[in-house]
């Protein structure tokens, strides 16, 4: 992603905040936060455009347009600077808790002088709140709870913002001159869905320049610790990274050892000293000699041990080691084997390219099919209707047929209503080649109303993909409540297949409950529902999820060809 379009992103996103916080017109802010949306999934690098390129990105008009060239130019934007100058940093943190608006936020600066959230959660631990207006029991509840999140979160950062910043990197120290090999490892190559830290590995015979370099690079805000072995810092966004610099001949116990996680490292120690080994980020050895008997590759250390080499999104000991020694390990699903995408927008409901745009940059990267799934009617602010989802289809079937190889699916996104229900009746329904239908309001039914729900909208014969189907948002809502073994019973028995949402905010279903639904023998579809050509490329964060739920491309509908992919649709595979 081009950083010129993130930091603008970044920076109308705060005004917009800033604007909000002071009272200012919410219409106005509305405004800026659109313009910072459009501009973040904008796919071009915005600092080619002058103002008048700036105005043809949609939502950007003339004075925001010159706002961003002020900032192009300057490396500011005077009227966010004159905001900041009036709210400290902390207030603005205060409303990224859940269920903290930005008039709340000021209120408990102004009346109480409150600005960081750690501040506001010793107010509500004092019972300092009780004679401020509007906030009475429910909200402080709310509130502890929205701080509660944040901090259960504890500091990790989202998988994709700790990708971006690693791939920066090593491709920084991969330019050093003496570098042998260069890569991430810890939680961030195990694909988590959040970072603690961030480790990258160096293969090379001098550790300096490379210490001295990462110290250097642009993202590094502070340095915690420099030394020959290992070197710390910590970026402008709060990321600490650790680099390790190996002996070449060390790299592939290294990568083996730093990769961990720590579980699957005592599996691994546990299986060398039981062979009177000693294994460490050296290498293997033999306990008695010393003798160095693997270390270059992983391969060669997971073989010395006895073991197939384990892809890292399975170290997490949930059994990997022993499937491996049953030479049992899944061959787990990989971005290649995905044909095609089924859950995305266009602007003819909220995402942000045209039709043609979208199903262009599908075609381009190599899909062999690609569905549209707008909204449909019940998700009322969508506004769609009859004749703009026929309209669509009549332009989808034009289309198809125009991109190569890529065939076009035209389906929708329902909205599972309380009771089950979805849009549209049955005759409706049965002109989409495919409905993904997904929660998108009533999130704290009960677990019983929940299942009953779930399971309804499975058995609506229409319906072929749970969406996103517990609707967490990763730090800030979590999951609702169901039954989940229930549901998962009737998405297998009624062929409708769960979503792997590749939002990095989402991921959804989490790892674990796709392994649990594995079980039931549920089959699942990867989809990125992107509402940009961008998000597009949020494939690979699905995939990896679905890895480290252990799945398969058996598992996995859309690796399937678009004969099998159709026969799954119409649910002739049903038992
Ligand atoms: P994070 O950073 O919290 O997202 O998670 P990790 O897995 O990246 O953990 P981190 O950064 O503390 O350590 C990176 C890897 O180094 C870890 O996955 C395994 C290895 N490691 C670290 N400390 C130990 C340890 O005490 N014992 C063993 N066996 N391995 C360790
Ligand atoms: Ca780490
Ligand atoms: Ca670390
Ligand atoms: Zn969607």
Redesign the pocket.
């Known amino acids: 992603m081009a950083r010129p379009n993130e930091e603008v992103e970044a920076l109308l996103q705060e005004y917009a905040d800033l604007i909000a916080i002071t009272g200012g017109d919410a219409f106005k802010a509305r405004a800026y936060e659109k313009a910072a949306r459009a501009i973040g999934g904008h796919p071009a690098d915005i600092s080619r455009l002058d103002a008048d390129g700036l105005k043809e990105i949609p939502n950007v008009g003339r004075s925001i347009a010159e706002k961003v060239v002020e900032y192009l130019r300057t490396g500011t934007m005077a009227v966010v600077e004159e905001r900041r100058a009036k709210i400290p940093a902390g207030v603005r943190e205060l409303i990224t808790i859940p269920t903290l608006g930005p008039k709340k936020a000021m209120r408990l600066y102004e009346d109480l002088h409150i600005s960081s959230v750690n501040e506001l959660a010793a107010a509500i631990e004092a019972d300092a709140l009780a004679d401020l207006k509007g906030f009475g029991e429910k909200t402080q509840e709310n509130l502890r709870h929205g701080i509660e999140l944040m901090q259960r979160a504890g500091g ?1 950062i989202p998988l994709s913002l700790a990708m971006e910043t690693a791939e920066e990197i090593v491709a920084e120290l991969s330019a050093v001159t003496g570098c042998r090999r260069c890569a991430y ?4 190559r ?1 694909m ?1 869905e ?4 961030l ?1 990258v590995l160096v293969a090379a015979n001098r550790s300096a320049p490379f210490m001295e370099a990462l110290c250097a690079l642009p993202a590094t805000a502070e340095v915690i610790a420099q030394g020959t072995k290992k070197t710390s810092i910590r970026t402008g966004k709060g990321l600490q990274v ?1 680099l390790r610099v190996l002996p070449p001949d060390s790299w592939g116990a290294g990568l083996q ?6 579980a699957h ?2 599996r691994t ?1 546990t299986i060398a000293v039981h062979q009177g080994l000693k294994l460490s980020e050296y290498g293997l050895f033999d306990a008695e000699s010393g003798e160095s008997l693997a270390s270059r590759t992983e391969e060669e250390v997971y073989a010395r041990l006895g073991l197939p080499w384990i892809p890292p999104t399975l170290r997490e000991d949930r059994g990997e080691i022993e499937a491996a020694l049953h030479g049992e390990l899944p061959e787990v699903v990989t971005e290649r084997d995905i044909r095609g995408d089924l859950h995305t927008h266009t602007d003819l409901t909220d995402g942000l390219a045209p039709l043609e745009t979208m199903v262009e940059a599908a075609a381009e990267r190599g899909y062999t099919y690609y569905a549209v799934t707008d909204h449909a009617p019940n998700l009322y602010m969508q506004r769609m209707t009859d004749e703009k989802i026929l309209a669509q289809r009549e332009q989808l079937r034009e289309l198809d047929g125009t991109l190569g190889r890529m065939r076009l699916l035209h389906g929708t996104e329902l909205n599972i209503g309380p009771d089950g229900e979805v849009d549209w009746p049955d005759d409706f329904l049965a002109g989409f080649d495919l409905c993904v239908a997904s929660l998108h309001s009533h999130f704290d039914l009960n677990r019983k109303a929940m299942t009953r729900r779930l399971v309804r909208a499975c058995e609506n014969p229409h319906v072929n993909v749970i969406g996103h189907p517990s609707t967490r948002l990763i730090g800030k809502r979590p999951g609702v409540d169901a039954d989940w073994d229930e549901v998962f019973a009737a998405c297998a028995r009624t062929g409708t297949a769960l979503e792997v949402n590749a939002q990095p905010d989402r991921l959804d279903l989490r790892d674990e409950d796709i392994l649990r639904a594995r079980e039931h023998g549920v089959k699942f579809a990867v989809n990125t529902d992107a509402h940009s050509v961008l998000h597009l490329a949020q494939l690979r964060y699905g995939v990896a999820t679905a890895q480290r739920g252990w799945l398969t491309k058996e598992d996995v509908i859309n690796t399937w060809t678009l004969t099998r992919l159709r026969r799954f649709l119409r649910r002739s595979g049903r038992a």
């Open positions: 990790r490892a810890g939680s961030l195990r988590k959040t970072i603690g830290d480790d650790d050892y730093f990769t961990g996680s720590k490292n005592i120690r």
